[in-house]
């Protein structure tokens, strides 16, 4: 067995005992799904010439699967993001051969997407095992990071650019917003545990920050200055805030103007590697 087909069946093992994220589920995905409830079949949800991403990104081949291991409660992807079968069964096969199609159509990256991509790692490694040197754009790995180093040992054989979500700031007392919010237990030891591991292994890592109406105190401030001491990660600061209709509360409020120009100011003043 090569070394690429070792990785494939290495990442096949998480359907029957999967340990893909903290959740640890350690289920036979094949009879019962975790915590994500994601099966052993992936669904995406739409595929999709995108413009709205990053500039070096863009026009990307966004691939927005099912299902996700976060529940945020803003969540404005909640109709595929918290149902794992929405939209349409793939192959490896069927995903590689659009993936081509894209590139020839002129995406310069294919970015996973979701929901979040964490429990569809096997699927990607599929795909782009099968894909071999027909894809000739970097594959780029968009997630809420929240992820096992088994995860992120499987990914380093084939992602070229990482885009972590780095959403909420560190808990402060017995639960933060990580754990209020989208419900993810121990979410910044994690999720930094995570960027720290990809930058060490010299990736370009894009860190995407999502403003929130009233998180500047808890999370912004605390996420800014992090990233600022890592100057090697470039920066992404997420404005396009909407709340779902149904939310209530204070994240049912749009963002305003202020907090904007507050997070941006603090950007500046830490000397942060904003990107577009
Ligand atoms: S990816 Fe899903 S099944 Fe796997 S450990 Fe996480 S929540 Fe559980």
Redesign the pocket.
Known sequence: MNASSALVVQAAA?LAD??????????R?TQA??????GVTSFVASEMLHHGEEEILRPAHAIFFS?C?AKCSFCTAARFAFRPTYGVPVTAEMLAQRIVQRQAEGARSVCFIGGDP??H?PFIVETLTLLGNRRTIPAVFNSNFYL?AA?LDLLDGVIDIYLPDLKFGPAVGRAGCSEAIGAMPDYWAVVTGCIDRVLAQGRQVIVRHLLMPGHFECCTAPVLHWLAERPALEVSLLTQYLAPSHLRGPLAGSLARVEIEQAQTLAAKLGLRLVR
Request: net charge positive.
């Open positions: 998480h999967c340990h893909l994220c903290p959740f640890r589920c350690g289920k995905r799904a975790g915590v994500c409830r994601v299902g291991t964490a429990p790692i096992t995860a």
